[in-house]
């Protein structure tokens, strides 16, 4: 008969205390295995970053869409206001382009250069236009006894531009005429909803403005 002693050293028992000793470090490294990779917490939080980033992309998204659609909308305006100004002009005479070179010479003969006839290369700044297509529409409108051409006091070489009494009276009719264009094409929106517009596009060109004009003080 065998002493408690012998029958704890036999392999069978040996074996079967090996045997509890892993599996209890099994569970354990579990454990910390678990513990280490967050568990469920830690899935739940990567997925709602993820949901998070989905969202902002969807929203970054349909945002990029609505300013696209804007600008084919304010396209679409820009361009059923001018065939509707372009009609109303025709008894006139006029034509936009026109219309643009007088509206400039009427402000800078009243606010910007008083008592000073602005020069045809100034003209064709302020309309965006190269110089032979601001010397069309003076020539157009000078036949049109609209426009005069002057010598320029400062230098009797150059040629300054001036409204006739003519030109003022066409400039007081196209802003009629442009006023009333406006009118019908925004006539089915509320007026608050107008304010917000002008608002917007007013500070989307500011902006757009100074962006352009930062290479260039950057070349400087």
Not at 165 to 191: C, K, N
């Amino acid at each position: 008969m065998s002493s408690p002693s012998t029958d704890a050293r036999r392999p069978g028992t040996a074996a079967t205390t090996d045997t509890a000793e892993p599996a209890g470090t099994t569970e354990a490294a579990a454990s910390a295995d678990a513990a280490g990779s967050g568990g469920p917490g830690e899935g739940a939080e990567a997925a709602g970053s993820t949901e998070a980033d989905g969202s902002a992309d969807a929203a970054g998204s349909a945002a990029a869409t609505d300013i696209a659609e804007l600008a084919d909308e304010l396209n679409r305006a820009m361009k059923r206001i001018r065939h509707r100004t372009v009609h109303r002009l025709e008894p006139y005479g006029l034509t936009p382009g026109q219309g643009r070179a007088l509206r400039v010479l009427e402000r800078a003969d009243r606010c910007e250069t008083p008592g000073r006839a602005i020069r045809l290369s100034e003209l064709a700044d302020r309309l965006n236009i190269a110089p032979r297509s601001a010397t069309t529409v003076v020539d157009a409108l000078e036949q049109g006894g609209l426009v005069e051409r002057v010598p320029d006091p400062a230098d009797r070489r150059a040629v300054g531009l001036v409204l006739t009494a003519a030109g003022r009276a066409a400039v007081e009719r196209l802003a009629q005429v442009r006023q009333e264009v406006a009118q019908e094409y925004f006539s089915g929106a509320d007026p608050d909803e107008v304010t917000v517009m002008l608002k917007v596009l007013r500070r989307a060109e500011a902006a757009y403005a100074q962006a352009a004009r930062r290479p260039a003080a950057a070349s400087e």
